[in-house]
Each structure stands twice: as C-alpha cells, then as structure tokens.
C-alpha cells in the first residue's frame, strides 16, 4: 500500500489546513484554490493510515472552510459590481447639477453687484432667537440680523448688501456666523450657503461640485437643488 508523506503521517491535516489558511493570502483566484483542495483531499483519502482514518468531522469542516472562502470573493464581487453601478449613477446626477443652485453646508455668502445675498442657516431644533453675524474678508461686521423665533430646519433670509449705517458693500464673498437659544439654551446652528454648480470631478472618494468662489464640496454634502 502506498504510503502518505511524513508529514500527513504526524497529521493528517496539516496540509489541508495549510492550504485553508493561506488561500485567502495568495493571488490564485478562489476557484485555484478549491482545486488544489479538492485534489489534496482525495490525495489523502487514497493514502490514509487505515488505522488513523480521516476523521469525517474534521473533512467536513475544511469543506465549510473552502466553501466559506469562495462564498466571501462572490460576495465582494457583487458588492464592487453594486458600488461600481452606484458611482455611475451618482456621476450622471452631478453632472445634472451644472448650472444650478446647491445648498450645502458653509459659512459664505456671495453679494452680486445689484442684487440681494441670500443665506441659510439649519437649526437643530425650534429656536426663539436666531442672530447672524455677516463680516467682510477683514473680519470686519458689516451687519447683523435678528431672524426672531424659528421653526427647526432650514431658515432662509436676505441680505440687501448694505452695512448697519446704510452704506452699499462692495460685490464679492462674505463670512455668515449665526447663535440660537431657546430658553436660554444653546441651539445648534449651522450656517449654510448656497451656490452655481460650474463643473464636476470624480474623485477617490466619488465626486465634487465646483462652487466657483464657495470653493469645492463633496456631492453628498448637498442638502437642496434649486
């Protein structure tokens, strides 16, 4: 009767387990390993010690193993063919966005020549004061609003471009802070900005919209389209 190497002779698993616990760490693709398995199994079942038999308990196990390693590279498989299908989709909604209006979180305002600036603030929750602090690129404050009581959520309000004594502001970008209480107690408040989608780039990460001036933001930071 032939006999198995000495090292199966000592145990029998050894390089089935060898074989179960590398499998993931090579670059042969799973089906390569199931192969290999399988060949090596049936290798040891023809040269078994009649007197140490395989156990079947044991064979069963390293069956499962195999089998649970090709069920996770299917897996990731269909999550990569599901990310990638996502990421396309995402890519053509980005791109529906040139030319329009995104709001998404921000502390920049833009004043056009002759027009009025428009900001946002979110609110955590119901709030009775809600006052917003707009400075110019100095830092200086220029104005100061009090929006009174508001509701929770997105809280929108004008800015005529001109300072607390009346004087017209230049065109360009300002600074928006907000505070809110209800009670006396601090709200969370979030100041937000809105602005023209000018183009999109794919990045490692998915995509991001070019605000001109607001700078770049990730897509899934946008909270509305106009």
């Not at 198995?4 to 993931?24: H, K, R, W």
Request: net charge negative.
């Amino acid at each position: 009767m032939a006999t198995v190497q000495s090292s199966t002779e000592t145990d029998p698993y050894a390089a089935i387990n060898a074989l179960g616990s590398s499998s993931t760490k090579t670059t042969s693709t799973t089906q390569d390993a199931q192969d290999r398995f399988l060949t090596l199994l049936v290798t040891q079942l023809k040269n078994q010690d009649p007197l140490n038999p395989l156990d079947n308990a044991q064979v069963t196990t390293q069956l499962a193993q195999i089998n649970t390693v090709s069920g996770i590279e299917k897996l990731n498989s269909t999550l990569n063919s599901l990310m990638s299908t996502y990421n396309d989709g995402q890519g053509m909604q980005a791109a529906g966005m040139i030319g329009h209006k995104v709001l998404v979180p921000g502390s920049q305002m833009t004043l056009a020549t002759g027009t009025q600036a428009v900001g946002c603030v979110s609110l955590a929750s119901a709030a009775d004061k809600v006052t917003v602090t707009i400075t110019d690129a100095n830092g200086t404050v220029v104005q100061k609003q009090d929006l009174g009581a508001q509701a929770a959520g997105t809280v929108t309000f004008g800015w005529d471009g001109k300072s607390a004594d009346g004087t017209a502001q230049p065109a360009g970008t300002y600074k928006l802070a907000v505070t809110a209480s209800n009670g006396g107690t601090a709200v969370t408040a979030t100041p937000m900005q809105i602005g023209t989608v000018s183009s999109v780039t794919r990045t490692s990460g998915g995509f991001q919209l070019d605000l001109g001036t607001l700078g770049k933001v990730d897509f899934s930071k946008v909270q509305q389209i106009f």
